[in-house]
């Protein structure tokens, strides 16, 4: 599996701003917010797509989600509620082949999430 931006940003060969950060996961924030908070959470781990979980993976991708818990709530959004969205290939709308747990709110979102027109469809 190939190298990504994501790969990048976890060696620091490109800038993102970074929330959280440690052995097993990187967070930071998304390039082109889709909600007043929205970040990214991924393993160090080069993992292509859900589909490319193994067994022994399943304590990584598990602490994905912990850690999206933690930083919305050093954001204050925790509370109220969030979400997190982990697309699959291109019907899924994914871009970046290196799983990211997108984290978005600070507004209340729309469900379900396809009553908005995707934008691979226009
Ligand atoms: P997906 O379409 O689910 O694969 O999501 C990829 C996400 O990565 C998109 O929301 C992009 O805005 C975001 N993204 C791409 N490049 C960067 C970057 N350099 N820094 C932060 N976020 C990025």
Known sequence: MSE??????????????????????????????????????????????INDIAKEDREVVGHLSWVAAKVAGEMGIAQEGFRTVMNCNEFGGQSVYHIHLHVLGGKLLGWPPYTDKPKNLE
Request: no cysteine; aromatic share 8%.
């Open 4 to 49: 990504t931006i994501f790969d990048k940003i976890i060696s620091r060969e490109i800038p993102a701003d970074i929330v959280y950060e440690d052995d097993i996961s990187l967070a930071f924030k998304d390039i082109n917010p889709q909600a007043p908070v929205h970040f990214l959470v991924i393993p160090k781990k080069r993992i292509a797509t």
